[in-house]
C-alpha cells in the first residue's frame, strides 16, 4: 500500500512557475513507476509525465515538452513535477500516481494503482 500526498500548488501569473512535490509513504516507493495527470474543469484526466523506478527515463505529454520537468528522489520518498512558462491552459488540479509498469513507466490512467487528492494549479493570464 502507498499514500501519496501533493503539495505545491497555487495561483502563478502566466510565464511564472511552480513545482509541486509528491511524498509517498509506504514501503517499496522506488519500485514503483510514478506519474503526473491533471484534469481541468469539465475535462477528463490527462497524463502530463511519467518517470521510471530508477529515474533514469521521463516521459512527457506533448503539451507540456520542454516546459515541464519529472524528477524523484527515492532517499526522500518524493516525486517533483518542475513547470515553467506555465500557461493558463495548464490550470488543473495535478494528481500524482504510482504504479508497476511493464515497460519503464505508464501513461494511462488504468496503469496506476495509487493516486494522491491532488494539488491546485491556477495560472493567470
Known amino acids: 500500500q502507498v499514500q501519496l500526498v501533493e503539495s505545491g500548488g497555487g495561483l502563478v501569473q502566466a510565464g511564472g512557475s511552480l513545482r509541486l512535490s509528491c511524498a509517498a509513504s509506504g514501503r517499496a516507493f522506488s519500485t514503483y513507476s510514478m506519474g503526473w495527470f491533471r484534469q481541468a474543469p469539465g475535462k477528463e484526466r490527462e497524463f502530463v509525465a511519467a518517470i521510471s523506478w530508477s529515474g533514469g527515463r521521463t516521459y512527457y505529454a506533448d503539451s507540456v515538452k520542454g516546459r515541464f520537468t519529472i524528477s524523484r528522489d527515492n532517499a526522500k520518498n518524493t516525486v517533483y513535477l518542475q513547470m515553467n512558462s506555465l500557461k493558463p491552459e495548464d490550470t488543473a488540479v495535478y494528481y500524482c500516481?504510482?504504479?508497476?509498469?511493464?515497460?519503464?513507466?505508464?501513461?494511462?490512467?488504468?496503469?496506476?494503482?495509487?493516486w494522491g487528492q491532488g494539488t491546485q494549479v491556477t495560472v493567470s493570464s
Open positions: 500516481a504510482a504504479g508497476y509498469c511493464s515497460g519503464y513507466f505508464c501513461t494511462a490512467k488504468s496503469q496506476y494503482d495509487y
